[in-house]
């Protein structure tokens, strides 16, 4: 799997971006694709997830209720809506694809990453 990440752009606070992240080669229904972040001076993060094959998402609680996690129908490519944006959203954004059935936050067991897109947030 190849991961190609767009998306990113700079926006007012209170503004709205969706991210996409296409998907090239063989997927599947039961593992993850998942969105981290890196901010400037720190680490990065976990923001959202969801299951390949549809129907359970899960997020950070600086995201939870502005940003959403979903699929297209034809299964080769993922967005991360973004509500709401406040300017500590400034940030890299990565897609990241878990080839396992079991959900994680941690980047580290995501195996196939995209190039990350840049997000601004402005006050």
């Known amino acids: 799997v190849q991961l190609q990440a767009s998306g990113g752009g700079l926006v007012q606070a209170g503004g709205s971006l969706r991210l996409s992240c296409a998907a090239a080669?063989?997927?599947?229904?039961?593992?993850?694709m998942g969105w981290f972040r890196r901010a400037p001076g720190k680490e990065r993060e976990f923001v959202a997830a969801i299951k390949w094959g549809g129907g359970a998402t899960f997020y950070s609680d600086s995201v939870k209720g502005r940003f959403t996690a979903s699929r297209d129908n034809t299964g080769n490519t993922g967005y991360l809506q973004m509500n709401s944006l406040k300017p500590e959203d400034t940030a890299i954004y990565y897609c990241?694809?878990?080839?396992?059935?079991?959900?994680?936050?941690?980047?580290?067991?995501?195996?196939?990453w995209g190039q990350g897109t840049l997000v601004t947030v402005s006050s």
């Open positions: 990241a694809y878990r080839t396992s059935s079991t959900y994680t936050t941690r980047s580290y067991h995501y195996q196939v």
């Open positions: 080669g063989r997927t599947f229904s039961g593992h993850y």
